[in-house]
């Protein structure tokens, strides 16, 4: 056996499993080599520690990577993307010799993070550290509130449902914030599916971590409630050894415990066995060096003259891993189709659920309300949830600590949360339905595209529209991702009043409408907000913002009075009122709470002689995905004169207001006063659009 060998008479290891890991090492270090570029420190250390979690822990399926039954691995440390790599590559998950090759170039399966639905095997795109963590914990809450969808009363460990979710964690990972967010959350929640391996070795770009890094991690793992171990690979009685039996009676012990997460603290030595450049930070985001590689490859045995060199009898061996798995499935498929047999109604629902099928006839439960009364957007967003409840028993959800206000409780519906820590105000069950993420945003958006990336629910999450900030990361990685999770961002003005300007979000619709992938949607009435609902839960292409209002706005006569159905919430944007011609002098467009103001201007102006289209934009991404001709019919380009009115900045408008166009918008912070003082002290009114209307055909005129 190689002196450097890992200790694995536990697990069973031959020499073909050791030559194996040591392959990894040496295919890391070249790939890293031929693109010039990457990560091969962390890789080449924990070589065994992958490898033994890809040979010998996870339930998987090399020939079916989205298995139902599958253990869920997340990389959480994308920036070792080879860790994942080459163990995809080695067990067949296709991966090939020439995608490692090709690391980190152009077209290639191997980026150079690794991304969801780009390689097979990938869970979720792992790039920001801390997030896949941090998303991991939403992964292991999704398989429990699916498991009490299908199969809550199967003892522990019995379900075809139950599996575990496994996270590979650097110390970069575990210094960002989102991290301890998440972290509390599944301590809170008692997520005894979810295992994480810390890979502590104490060095990150900037060298050791004492300069910045000096807690004690396992103490703080311990505290948020976690079951906490640590093997020691420094440690061992000859020096440094890759003890593997230890790990993986660490991981043993930690599927063992089914009320607590479980942390696994991993000592190593990044790009050990390396020469010279182990426990150095050099290695930890730059190539070795060719002398550094070729004196690896002399220390494993390797020819230092060739590269990406795999012995056949090595990837022979690592693939056989299929026909291992052939074998587990086949147990786990003789379970689940006894459950099936013995459940055919939840059967019923989870072929619905994994074919991403709404039921039919769903929408017949969305309310319709009634013109004449004034409604907070954020209430009938909240009836609508709870009228959705009993038909769509996928979607489940709830906000950072502020339900009461983001309206997102289910009426009778219970917290998903241990039973023993229900309150007066909230009780609940490990399967209940309303989520409570506490004060943590970041971890809160995280999680949602953990439990969406799951695959069988839909979860929302909501807070005020200016906490969005708190959460941009991880919404942004939902967007490159392309995950349906939703954000309900109350309280989206200055509408909301007293609190003032720290809670008034005045950049945030232009700040939002930015992140490629995200839809923001901002009804102006409550059957906008019914129909908004609606198209956001046929939609499946990407994460939705949800902006709602604090304050009531008027609920519009639909189909009377010339007033739109408000179904063209679908397609973006829609002429909610036409010209009294039918052909417009001027357009007025407005979202959320301010089409009002276009709507009472469109009168003033009729008045006058000037025949006026308003049109409610509530979504300009949607609206954007129109075809030509429909985007011509509500704007049609030989009407110049526009104008648009949101409270909020111009930036959004320009392209679509035009040369002749005018904005009425808010360019400042806001303050502490009432709603309405505050719209009419900051000039965001009926007259002013109505000016405005005036300066734009004026402006019209002069250029004819």
């Not at 010039?36 to 090399?62: K, M």
């Not at 989205?66 to 253990?71: E, N, T, V």
């Amino acid at each position: 056996m190689n002196a450097k060998a890992p200790l694995a008479q536990t697990v069973g290891w031959t020499d073909l499993d050791i030559r194996a890991v040591d392959t990894v090492r040496v295919l890391a270090a070249d790939a890293v080599e031929k693109v010039g570029n990457g990560h091969p420190g962390t890789a080449i250390s924990l070589a065994p520690a992958a490898y033994l979690l890809y040979q010998n822990v996870l339930r998987h399926d090399p020939a079916d990577p989205q298995w139902l039954g599958r253990d869920r691995f997340i990389l959480s440390a994308g920036h070792s993307s080879l860790t994942q790599y080459i163990q995809l590559y080695l067990g067949g998950f296709g991966l090939e010799l020439e995608d490692l090759e090709a690391l980190r170039t152009w077209g290639s399966k191997t980026p150079g993070h690794p991304e969801w639905r780009h390689t097979a095997g990938v869970e979720i795109t792992t790039g920001p550290l801390g997030q896949g963590l941090a998303s991991a914990v939403g992964f292991a809450m999704a398989a429990r509130r699916e498991r009490g969808l299908l199969d809550p009363d199967a003892a522990p460990g019995t379900s075809p449902f139950d599996h575990h979710v496994y996270v590979l964690a650097s110390d970069g990972d575990l210094q960002e914030g989102v991290t301890s967010e998440a972290s509390s959350i599944a301590g809170t929640q008692e997520l005894g599916n979810l295992i994480v391996l810390w890979d502590d070795n104490h060095i990150s770009i900037e060298g050791d971590t004492q300069i910045a890094f000096t807690e004690d991690v396992l103490a703080r793992y311990e505290s948020y409630g976690w079951h906490v171990q640590f093997v020691d690979w420094t440690a061992e009685p000859d020096g440094y050894r890759e003890n593997v039996d230890a790990l993986h009676a660490a991981i043993e012990a930690a599927k063992a415990v089914t009320d607590k997460p479980s942390f696994i603290g991993l000592r190593t030595i990044i790009a050990w066995p390396s020469p010279t450049k182990q426990n150095d930070h050099a290695s930890h985001g730059s190539k070795l060096g060719g002398t550094e590689i070729a004196g690896l490859k002399e220390l494993l045995g390797f020819d230092p003259e060739k590269s990406f060199d795999v012995a056949p009898e090595v990837i022979a061996h690592t693939r056989a891993l299929g026909e291992r798995a052939k074998a587990a499935r086949a147990t786990w498929q003789a379970d689940f189709d006894a459950w099936r047999a013995a459940n055919p109604e939840r059967a019923t629902l989870l072929d619905r659920l994994v074919e991403g099928k709404l039921p039919e006839d769903w929408a017949d439960a969305l309310p319709v309300f009634p013109a004449g009364k004034s409604v907070a957007t954020r209430a009938a967003s909240g009836d609508i949830l709870s009228a959705l409840a009993p038909v769509l028993p996928e979607l489940w959800g709830g906000s950072a600590d502020l339900a009461g206000s983001n309206n997102t409780t289910m009426k009778g519906e219970p917290s998903f949360i241990p039973a023993d820590r229900s309150t007066h105000s909230f009780a609940g069950t490990p399967y209940g339905r309303t989520l409570h993420f506490g004060i943590r945003e970041h971890g809160m958006g995280a999680i949602l595209s953990g439990i969406t990336l799951h695959g069988l629910t839909r979860a929302y999450g909501g807070t005020f529209f200016t906490f969005s900030d708190y959460m941009r990361g991880s919404v942004r990685l939902a967007a490159l991702m392309g995950v349906p999770a939703v954000y309900v961002w109350t309280h989206d003005s200055i509408g909301l009043g007293e609190d003032g300007p720290t809670h008034q979000p005045i950049e945030h619709l232009t700040a939002v409408r930015a992140i490629p992938g995200l839809a923001i949607v901002r009804p102006a009435d409550a059957n906008e907000t019914a129909q908004a609902w609606k198209a956001i839960l046929e939609r499946t292409d990407g994460p939705v913002g949800l902006i709602l209002t604090r304050q009531n706005v008027p609920t519009f006569p639909r189909g009377e009075e010339g007033f739109a159905s408000a179904e063209g919430v679908a397609r973006g944007a829609y002429v909610l009122l036409e010209a009294s011609t039918g052909t417009p002098e001027v357009i007025l467009i407005g979202t959320g709470s301010e089409v009002q103001l276009a709507v009472e201007a469109r009168t003033q102006l009729e008045a006058a002689g000037v025949p006026t289209r308003v049109v409610s934009a509530p979504s300009l991404e949607w609206f954007a995905e129109q075809d030509v001709d429909y985007r011509e019919s509500v704007l049609p380009s030989a009407v110049r004169a526009r104008v648009s009115v949101e409270a909020g900045l111009a930036l959004s408008w320009h392209k679509i207001v035009g040369d002749a166009g005018r904005s009425v918008s808010i360019e400042h912070y806001g303050a502490s006063a009432d709603a309405d003082t505050l719209y009419r002290e900051f000039g965001v009114t009926a007259d002013a659009v109505v000016a405005a209307a005036h300066e734009s055909i004026a402006a019209v005129a002069a250029t004819r």
